[in-house]
C-alpha cells in the first residue's frame, strides 16, 4: 500500500513499494488520517509498536536523527511499511518512528521523500531511502547481523523472483473485497486466489522447508506477511483451507517475535479498513 503522489493532501494509507502503478492505487488504504495537535511525540524503540499519532500538514518538522539509531516513517496500519518494521525488529536495529498523515502530509516529508510515500528510512547522516523491499534490502546489507537475504546472487535472485510473483497476488485480495461490497459474485476471483495459493503450498512442498527460504525465516517471508496477516480484512482466510503447508506457514509466522511485535488484530485491520472504504480512514484508531 504506497501512498499517495506528493500533490494530494489526503488520507492515502502510506507505503511505498516497487510492484507497479496499480497496486499503488490499491496502497492508498495505508495513507489516511484524522487531524489532531500538530505537533506529536516521536518514540524510540527496538521490540515494541509505534503508539504516536500521525504528523499532519502544519506539524513541526523533527529535529536531526540521533547517532544511534535510524528513522522510520510510517502508518500504522500499511502492509508495506509493516515490511520494513518486520525488518527492523528482525534484526534488533535501534529506531524511531514518525507516522505521517498520508492525506495532509507534512512539506517537510515531501522534502524528505517527493512521492509522500512511507516507508521512508533515515539515517543520522540524513540519508534518505523509500520503498519498502528497497528499504528491507538496504537494513539488510547495512545491518550485516543475522541476514535475511541469502549470501548468494543466485539465493537472492530467487527470492526477488518470488517477490515479484507475489507481488502479482495482492490485487486479487482488492478485487475479492471490492467485490463483495458491491454484492457481486466472488466464485470466480476466489478461485483464482485459490489457485495462486496452490503453488505457494507447493513451493513448500517441493522445498520441504518450513518457510519460503529455508528452515527460518528470511526476507520473502517478511515481505509476504503483511498481507496474510490480513485475510480476515479481506475475508479470504478461508481460502487457505485446501493448502496445508501454507496455512503451517502462516502459524509458524505468527510465533515469530518481529510478527508479534508488529501486528494487529483481525478486528483492528477490519475496523481501519471500513474507515477507509468509508472515506474518512482513522489512522490513530485504537489509540
Known amino acids: 500500500m504506497d501512498s499517495e503522489k506528493k500533490g494530494k493532501k489526503q488520507h492515502s494509507p502510506g507505503v511505498s513499494s516497487p510492484e507497479g502503478a496499480q497496486q499503488i492505487k490499491h496502497r492508498s488504504i495505508c495513507v489516511q488520517l484524522r487531524l489532531f495537535s500538530p505537533i506529536q511525540p516521536v518514540i524510540v524503540y527496538t521490540a515494541t509498536m509505534s503508539t504516536e499519532k500521525c504528523f ?22 500499511c502492509p508495506f511499511a509493516q515490511r520494513t518494521r518486520l525488518v527492523l525488529h528482525a534484526k534488533g536495529i535501534k ?16 522534502e524528505k521523500n517527493p512521492e509522500g510515500l512511507v516507508p521512508t528510512i533515515e539515517t543520522p547522516a540524513g540519508e534518505v531511502v523509500y520503498e519498502s523491499s528497497i528499504t528491507c534490502e538496504y537494513l539488510d546489507e547495512v545491518y550485516p547481523e543475522k541476514k535475511l537475504l541469502p549470501a548468494t546472487p543466485f ?8 517477490l515479484d510473483h507475489f507481488s502479482k497476488i495482492i490485487p486479487h485480495l482488492f478485487k475479492i473485497s471490492s467485490a463483495k461490497r458491491k454484492g457481486d459474485d466472488v466464485s470466480g476471483f476466489e478461485a483464482e486466489l485459490k489457485e495462486k495459493f496452490t503453488k505457494l503450498n507447493e513451493h513448500l512442498v517441493k522445498q520441504k522447508t518450513k518457510f519460503f527460504g529455508s528452515d ?13 496477516e490480513r485475510l480476515g480484512m479481506f475475508g479470504v482466510q478461508h481460502c487457505l483451507d485446501h493448502t496445508p503447508e501454507l496455512k503451517k506457514w502462516t502459524e509458524r509466522m505468527l510465533e515469530d517475535p518481529a510478527v508479534k511485535a508488529t501486528m494487529h488484530s483481525t478486528e483492528n485491520h477490519k475496523v481501519f479498513f471500513n474507515s477507509f472504504l468509508e472515506g474518512e480512514p482513522d489512522y490513530d484508531y485504537g489509540l
Open 155 to 162: 539465493g537472492k535472485a530467487k527470492q526477488r523472483m518470488m
Open 95 to 110: 529506531f524511531e518512528t514518525i507516522n505521517i498523515h498520508l492525506q495532509k502530509k507534512p512539506v517537510w516529508y515531501l
Open 216 to 228: 527460518t525465516i528470511t526476507f520473502i517471508d517478511y515481505m509476504m506477511w503483511p498481507f496474510f
Open 56 to 77: 499532519v500538514d502544519g506539524s513541526a518538522a523533527p529535529g536531526p536523527v540521533q547517532q544511534d539509531r535510524l528513522r522510520l516513517y510510517s502508518m500504522r496500519f
